[in-house]
């Protein structure tokens, strides 16, 4: 069994190699990345060329370890996610056998994580293709959140640090659209990344590596109790709040089940704080700081990762502590749990709370509120924008 983590284009590679930079998440969990440029696959540092899939207008979808991958995986899709879609109506049946191969013929994949720039022309157009082959290949039977980076729709962006073309928001945000309407119809749910949390100096292109990290981060320590931690809910019983696994935060992404089930559109955020004094790693014995929660659940709130959410219209909202074992069973040191529920009630009435023990020195509050589509202003935003960019 293994928890998939595929990343789509550009900016849905660039964030999976970064949730591969942390440690233990390879045991349970395995990448993927799929690109139309050979150039941005190998800029990425923890994601090798037997992780590749290079999509390719002539050959269709090309294995990164194929003799001559470099010479057809080139000319990319230049901000057009319908030509990517037609490309992958061809030929993305190709990647259910890809995936058999790899991860074995019994659909071993529960659950995965598709990740996508919204504004360009690769993730855009082949994200729903992907998730449709991880369906066709786990028989049905997997749950599939998107991670999608709405762009930045403020001013034009430089496509590149290294070239002069731009892309005007206008384009993005038409992409976007044409991105989400079809992510909709085959996820279970949609965790948003917006561009426009960044000042605008740090969102050209090639300055996301921070704020890449810490979406990652956010993500990672979100999955942390079943995919990095590999905790056993029955086998820890001392804690407050139980572990938040798989099924919880699908639960929580999305609207109802089955087939009449809607994904839920969630912002995610998180606070961290050192649970040891810097003078404590010297000096081990002295150095415990005691954490405060209701702080904590509030920077998370601060950090979420859409701009202009109202809070208020949150239907659903998960919150994950993450933190070492005296800091979640120890009276003198236990973290208050339920600051943070309290927090996240004051917003929705259906709150999911989970805590997880860590080795780190570090402890974490993760938290998802999830929306209606139509309760987004940012949706509603970039729909505007791509409207008068269309009617032009
Ligand atoms: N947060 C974040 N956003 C990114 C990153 N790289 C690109 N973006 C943004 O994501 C959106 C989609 O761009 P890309 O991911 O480059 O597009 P693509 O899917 O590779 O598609 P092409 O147009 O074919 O290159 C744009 O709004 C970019 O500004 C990244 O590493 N992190
Ligand atoms: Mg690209």
Same mark, same amino acid.
Not at 227 to 239: F, M, N, Q, S
Not at 304 to 314: E, K, M, N, P
């Given at each position: 069994m293994v928890y998939l983590f595929v990343g789509t284009g550009q900016a849905g590679s660039a964030l999976v190699d970064e949730v591969f930079a942390h440690e233990g998440i390879r045991i349970e969990a395995a990448p993927l990345a799929l690109n139309s440029t050979v150039r941005d696959l190998e800029n990425l540092t923890h994601i090798e060329d037997d992780e590749w899939i290079g999509v390719s207008e002539t050959d269709g979808l090309v294995p990164g370890t194929q003799a001559g991958f470099e010479e057809v995986v080139t000319g990319g899709f230049g901000r057009r996610p319908r030509r990517a879609n037609d490309v992958m109506e061809r030929h %993305? &049946? &190709?990647l259910v056998p890809m995936l058999e191969e790899r991860? %074995? $013929? $019994?659909?071993? *994949?529960?659950f995965a994580f598709v990740f996508l720039g919204l504004g360009g022309g690769t993730g855009c157009g082949i994200a729903p293709h992907v998730v449709d082959a991880i369906r066709r290949y786990a028989a049905g039977d997997v749950k599939v959140i998107a991670v999608a980076v709405l762009p930045n729709t403020q001013e034009s962006v430089h496509v590149r640090d290294d070239e002069e073309e731009t892309v005007s928001a206008g384009r993005q945000a038409s992409n976007a659209v044409y991105g989400l309407d079809r992510l909709e119809e085959t996820v279970d749910g949609i965790l948003l990344v917006d561009n426009q949390r960044l000042g605008y100096e740090d969102s050209a292109? %090639?300055?996301?590596a921070e704020y890449n990290e810490y979406v990652a981060g956010s993500v990672v320590d979100l999955v942390s109790?079943? *995919? *990095?931690?590999?905790? =056993?809910? %029955?086998?820890? =019983?001392?804690?407050d709040a139980p572990i938040i696994d798989i099924q919880d935060i699908v639960t929580s992404l999305s609207f109802g089940a089955g087939p009449d089930g809607e994904p839920g559109y969630g912002t995610i955020g998180r606070s961290i704080e050192m649970t040891m004094s810097l003078p404590g790693y010297f000096l081990p014995v002295i150095g415990d700081q005691q954490v405060d929660a209701a702080e904590l659940a509030y920077l998370a709130q601060a950090k &979420?990762? *859409? @701009? @202009?959410?109202?809070?208020? @219209?949150?239907r659903k909202a998960i919150g994950h502590v993450r933190a070492p074992r005296k800091y979640i069973a120890d009276p003198e040191y236990q973290i208050e749990i339920s600051e943070v529920r309290r927090r996240l009630n004051e917003h929705c009435s259906e709150v999911n709370l989970g805590m997880v023990p860590t080795s780190r020195n570090l402890v974490s509050c993760t938290t998802v509120y999830t929306f209606e589509r139509t309760d987004l202003d940012r949706i509603r935003e970039i729909e505007e924008i791509a409207d008068t960019y269309e009617a032009a």
């Open positions: %993305g &049946q &190709q991860f %074995g $013929e $019994e659909g071993n *994949v529960p292109e %090639g300055r996301f109790g079943p *995919v *990095v931690e590999r905790i =056993d809910p %029955g086998e820890y =019983d001392e804690i &979420q990762s *859409v @701009d @202009d959410v109202t809070f208020g @219209d949150a």
